[in-house]
């Protein structure tokens, strides 16, 4: 059957052809934005350079698969165009441990050094943070040291004492030995050196509220001064990834570029029409297809209902780790998408150095302490206040999730083989299991939504950027739901 474009697909087609502006494309959840795309490459003609941005090669592998063989058209993602940049303009070899291993240098020759006394462990995280704030000054394009205390501040970093002031050395230190990057160089770099960037008459990029201010940058200057247009494409309501580096203004940003126009594509083929009403709460332009059944919403859905090949999610790790158990014990295929979340729970407990997991815990709940203690003296937190706080929060749900890991278990190396087993990052069979943050992009006829309580809580609300994007969270959960979504209130 023949390609018919919507309205909305159609009106964005005629503004690539006939328009002479940027676009950015208002793309709600399962608008289909990859056809979208393949057919805006197509309508381009053959003598105009193109160049299209993705987050992830198997995106670019898929979109090459689809788009063919166009001459013109260059798929690539922000990191290999920034590799390739470095490399072209200084022949740079990858080195990812470039600033860990320089830092490490130093401090051991002790030229870099805290300024005021330091216990062990507060020591070993005062060289942490350092590293830490060299990565996230460098995503963020950060220049000042009171804009790297709010950065600090915003990802859950407790400054000890002098580690953004050696940050910034040795990210000079950095820009001066380009021999060497490693994958924030690679989109660092082409915004603060003085190198060549290839330029093309139209530049697309995909999920573009998920960029940060470095890889937004870059992209940029790939658009021809003179002639060129971008097409950017994203939502500015799925936004739910500041907390990781993301800039959560970056769909704002770029829509306000100058001579740029904003066009939506609001029909959703995913969902059936009952979820997308729901949905309408948050993104009111939502629309059902043409012709979409009318699907189920169960707000008194049960653990019970849940069956094989279902998706769950929440938006803590702990209640999915306590159900993802619960199933196992009673014969069930289940698993928790998001192996990084696995391998943190694995680093707390081995840090520990405890043969035990009684006594691993015991030490889990000292630093849970000494957390508290930390923040209301570096952070001038009162208690109430460090409690409520989403760095507490966030470590009292890894401290939950390996309770539930760790009932019935007394070596702390198969309570390690245990999250090593229930933690994945492939599609497996059985029940797939997921906090939301993880499971962007992806689908399922049937979804349950756990413990909505968990949604909107007082610590996150408390920050304005938290608190938009917490509404975000809710969205993008609803809308994984092709035909059936249900709430369970307690598990």
């Known amino acids: 059957m023949a390609f018919v474009p919507s309205k909305y697909q159609q009106a964005i087609y005629d503004y ?19 056809t979208t795309i393949i057919n805006a490459l197509n309508i381009i003609p053959e003598d105009k350079d193109v160049l299209f941005l993705a987050f992830n090669k198997s995106i670019v592998d898929e979109l090459k698969e689809k788009i063919g063989d166009k001459k013109n058209v260059t798929v690539k993602t922000l990191h290999s165009l920034g590799s390739s940049i470095c490399y072209k303009n200084f022949r740079s070899s990858i080195n990812a441990d470039k600033y860990r291993k320089y830092v490490d240098h130093q401090v051991r020759e002790k030229k870099y050094q805290p300024e005021k ?67 924030t160089d690679m989109i660092y770099f082409p915004n603060v050196k003085n190198v060549d960037i290839p330029q093309f008459d139209f530049v697309f990029i995909d999920e573009c509220q998920d960029l940060n201010s470095a890889q937004r940058e870059m992209f940029l200057k790939c658009v021809d001064p003179d002639f060129g247009r971008f097409v950017a494409v994203g939502d500015g309501k799925q936004a739910i990834y500041g907390f990781s580096g993301s ?30 009403e729901k949905a309408k709460k948050i993104v009111p332009q939502i629309e059902a297809k043409d012709g979409a059944e009318e699907g189920v919403i169960v707000d008194t859905a ?57 006594d691993a815990l015991i030490k889990i709940y000292e630093q849970e302490e000494k957390l508290l ?40 190396e198969d309570a390690v083989k245990k999250i090593e087993e229930i933690f994945s990052d492939k599609n497996g069979s059985g029940i797939c299991m997921s906090t939301v943050h993880k499971a962007k992009g992806l689908e399922c006829d049937r979804v349950f939504i756990i413990e909505m309580n968990k949604f909107y809580l007082p610590w996150v609300m408390k920050n304005k950027v938290y608190a938009a994007q917490e509404k975000n969270l809710e969205y993008v959960a609803i809308t994984r739901a092709k035909k059936y979504l249900g709430y369970i209130e307690h598990i």
């Not at 690539?16 to 990859?34: F, T, Y």
């Not at 970056?250 to 059936?272: E, G, H, V």
């Not at 930390?374 to 760095?391: G, H, I, Q, R």
Request: with cysteine.
């Open 373 to 412: 203690d930390k923040m209301c003296k570096l952070m001038d937190y009162t208690k109430e206040d460090a409690v409520n706080s989403s760095m507490y929060q966030t470590f009292l749900d890894k401290v939950d999730a390996i309770k539930s890991i760790c009932e019935g278990i007394d070596k702390t």
């Open 302 to 358: 049960t653990v019970d209902d849940i069956q094989d090949g279902d998706m769950v999610l929440c938006r803590m790790t702990a209640p999915l780790v306590k159900l993802c158990m619960r199933f196992i014990k009673d014969g069930k295929k289940a698993y928790i998408k998001g192996w990084d979340t696995g391998s943190n729970l694995i680093k707390l407990l081995k840090d520990t150095d405890e043969e035990y997991v009684e």
């Open 117 to 183: 006394k330091l216990g062990k462990d507060e020591f070993l995280e005062w060289k942490n943070n350092i590293k830490e704030m060299i990565n996230l000054i460098r995503l963020n394009l950060v220049k000042t040291d009171s804009d790297a205390k709010k950065l600090a501040e915003k990802h859950d970093i407790i400054i000890e004492d002098n580690e953004i002031q050696l940050a910034f050395k040795a990210i000079k230190w950095g820009e001066s030995n380009v021999a060497e990057i490693d994958f």
């Open 247 to 276: 800039d959560e203004e970056s769909f704002a940003k770029l829509k306000n570029q100058p001579d740029t126009k904003l066009m939506p594509l609001s029909i959703c083929y995913r969902c059936d029409a009952k979820i997308i």
């Open 16 to 34: 690539i052809q006939n328009g002479d502006g940027n676009l950015v494309i208002e793309a709600v959840a399962g608008s289909g934005k990859s």
